[in-house]
């Protein structure tokens, strides 16, 4: 997993993969939902019952008709999940079809959240509820792909907004220069590739 681990004196960001406002929201437990459902062998079924406990959402579950599988949890997208599991269960040239999506429990999740895993998303604001308990200026920016960076100081709003979107477009840049075109064009598509802010306190 990448991470730069890079602090200073104002800035905490974190690689990992809420509206603006001063009210959080929280990232949601997730909900298992099968696709198609079919009879799975021994192995499979160990398989699925491990990818269920797992339970960090964005996740997807995949079967071969050979009795293979592929699963995989915590991606920043259910697109992504999808896409990224399919391949890797096909590339041996098995015919794998999906059987089951980790997505969160409810609709409700804000906007500003999609486009994190379910860990970037409740530690982006773990340290924004840390940060703010002492009334400290903060702002969180965050890609899907990035991850998110945090600003904090006595700076105005503006400029820590400002400070938070410049560092997340930092770490963004830095990673998608290993990325593909076509890599890049798929994660664009999925508005992946952005920053924005997603928490500021105060708001002013």
């Given at each position: 997993m ?7 004196a104002?800035l ?43 339970s ?6 995949y ?28 590339l041996?040239?098995?015919n ?47 890609s ?31 990673r ?29």
């Open positions: 990448f991470k730069p681990g890079l602090i200073a104002s905490i960001a974190v690689c990992l993969p809420f509206s603006a406002g001063a009210q959080l929201t929280a990232a949601l437990e997730s909900k298992v939902t099968i696709v198609a459902p079919r009879s799975l062998n021994t192995n499979q079924a160990d398989a699925f019952e491990e990818f269920v406990n797992d960090r959402y964005n996740g997807a579950f079967v071969s008709q050979n009795g293979g599988f592929h699963w995989r949890t915590n991606l920043n997208s259910l697109a992504a999940a999808k896409r990224l599991t399919g391949q890797a269960c096909n041996n040239g098995r794998c079809q999906i059987y089951a999506t980790l997505t969160p429990k409810s609709a409700r999740l804000s906007k500003a959240i999609e486009g994190l895993s379910q860990t970037a998303a409740r530690d982006a604001e773990a340290w924004a509820r840390q940060n703010t308990k002492d009334g400290r200026s903060v702002a969180v920016a965050a899907g792909y990035a991850g998110w960076a945090g600003w904090r100081g006595k700076s105005s709003s503006a400029k820590l907004r400002s400070s938070a979107l410049n560092h997340c477009g930092d770490l963004l840049r830095a998608i220069k290993r990325l593909e075109a076509k890599q890049r064009e798929a994660l664009e598509q999925e508005g992946l590739l952005q920053c924005k802010i997603i928490f500021t306190q105060p708001t002013r």
